[in-house]
């Protein structure tokens, strides 16, 4: 098993920034890749950026890229999510997730574990 607690959401004016953290523990950290996802209300889960088992390789969707960071620190167990230029529809509920599977990371259904999640509101 693998918990997963994500921090740092919160409500921030458009074109600010916010870190998100999600903290693991249980099993081997750097056995897994790490990704983020979110979910805004009424909208499915949709896959924001993912980052390989030693940091070196990310992925990222369309709409976050160039403005969105995902890196990770194995030694503290901890994977990052630095949002910057944020707009309103960036608003949502953000979930740190771990698989183990290298393919398909920006598919929900890769992801064996999640977070709680944490909410982020960017105001216009």
């Known amino acids: 098993q693998v918990q997963l607690v994500e921090s740092g959401g919160g409500l921030v004016q458009a074109g600010g920034s916010l870190r998100l953290s999600c903290a693991a523990s249980?099993?081997?950290?750097?056995?897994?890749?790490m990704g983020w996802f979110r979910q805004a209300p009424g909208k499915e889960r949709e896959f924001v950026a993912a980052v390989s088992r030693n940091g070196g390789s990310t992925d990222y969707a369309d709409s976050v890229k160039g403005r969105f960071t995902i890196s990770r620190d194995n030694a503290k167990n901890t994977v990052f999510l630095q949002m910057n230029s944020l707009k309103p529809e960036d608003t949502a509920v953000y979930s740190c997730?771990?698989?183990?599977?290298?393919?398909?990371?920006?598919?929900?259904?890769?992801?064996?574990?999640w977070g709680q999640g944490t909410q982020v509101t960017v105001s216009s």
């Open positions: 997730a771990a698989t183990s599977l290298i393919n398909a990371v920006v598919r929900a259904t890769s992801y064996n574990y």
């Open positions: 249980g099993r081997t950290f750097s056995d897994y890749i």
